[in-house]
Structure formats: structure tokens, C-alpha cells
């Protein structure tokens, strides 16, 4: 016989093993594949749910993040703007406390001329006056020398006196 036609005795033997290899893989070795292909599909899927609820947790916690920025942005800008109002508050209170000393000070330097003046204008009025004194003494000696004119001049002031205190 030829390679292409078997001999039917020999189709009868291999149909009774196949029929018992498929026996026994039917009952021992296909609920096995079976079971590890439903336990890998199980694995798959559980892998997959796994994966996509991460998936969600990174896009809440993504939301989350952006959600903190954003508070974080905007807590940095009030911060920002109290510190500015507080230096612009610190600036203008120095502003206004220089300005007052400013005034103070020059309130005191005035006040200290105006003393000085006034005590400048005493002590040359003291000072002509003790001039005038000496220059009159010194006239009246030389115009007095004589008696006759001392009460001349002493009768003129005593008129002169006389009509200042009747007005």
C-alpha cells in the first residue's frame, strides 16, 4: 500500500485512540485548559477593572492637584495683596510720622530762633541803653558844667513830666 491510502485496519486503531486521547482530554485535561483559561480571562479582567479604576483615581487625583493649585494660586495672590497693603500701610504711616516730626522739629527750631531773637533784641536794647546812658552822662557833664543850665534842664524835664501825665 501507498502513504496516501491507509490500510483500514489501521483507520479503525486510529479512530479508537483518537476516540480515547479525546476521552481522557475531554475528561481530564479540558475542564483543566478550561479552567486556566477562564482563570487567566478572570486575571485579564481584574487587571483591566484594576487599571481602569486607577485610571479614574489618577484623573481624580489629577482634579484634585489642579483643584489645589488653583486654591494654592489664589491663597499666594491674597497673600501678595496683604503684604502689599501692609507695606503701602507701613510706608505711609512712616510718611506721615516724618512729616509730623518734620513739622515738630521746625515748630521748635522757629520757637528756638524766635527766643534768641528776643533775647538778641534784649541785650542790645540793654547794651544801648547803658550807651546811652554813658553818652548822656557824658553830655550832661560837658552841657551841666555850669549851674545855671542844670535848672534850666531840670525845670524843663519837671514841665515836660507835668504835661505827660495830664494827657
Known amino acids: ?7 483500514p485496519g ?5 479512530i479508537i485512540i483518537f476516540g480515547v486521547v479525546f476521552f481522557v482530554l475531554a475528561k481530564y485535561g479540558f475542564p483543566v485548559i478550561i479552567k486556566m483559561v477562564e482563570d487567566r480571562k478572570a486575571y485579564i479582567d481584574n487587571s483591566l477593572k484594576a487599571a481602569h479604576e ?15 493649585l488653583i486654591k494654592a494660586r489664589e491663597e499666594q495672590a491674597r497673600i ?25 522739629l521746625m515748630e521748635e527750631v522757629k520757637k528756638q530762633i524766635e527766643t534768641e531773637k528776643e533775647s538778641a533784641i534784649r ?21 551841666l558844667s555850669d549851674s545855671k543850665e542844670q535848672e534850666e534842664l531840670i525845670n524843663r524835664m519837671l514841665d515836660e513830666m507835668i504835661e505827660s501825665s495830664k494827657k
Do not use: F, Y
Not at 500500500?1 to 490500510?7: A, F, V, Y
Not at 481624580?60 to 483643584?67: F, G, P, Q, Y
Open 1 to 7: 500500500m501507498g502513504l496516501l491510502t491507509p490500510d
Open 10 to 14: 489501521l483507520v479503525i486503531w486510529m
Open 54 to 68: 486607577a485610571n479614574e483615581q489618577l484623573a481624580n487625583v489629577k482634579k484634585e492637584s489642579d483643584k489645589i
Open 80 to 104: 501678595l495683596k496683604e503684604a502689599s497693603e501692609t507695606r503701602d500701610h507701613i510706608i505711609k504711616e512712616a510718611q506721615e510720622k516724618a512729616i509730623a516730626e518734620g513739622q515738630r
Open 123 to 143: 541785650d542790645i536794647r540793654r547794651q544801648v541803653a547803658v550807651l546811652s546812658v554813658d553818652i548822656a552822662e557824658k553830655i550832661m557833664r560837658n552841657k
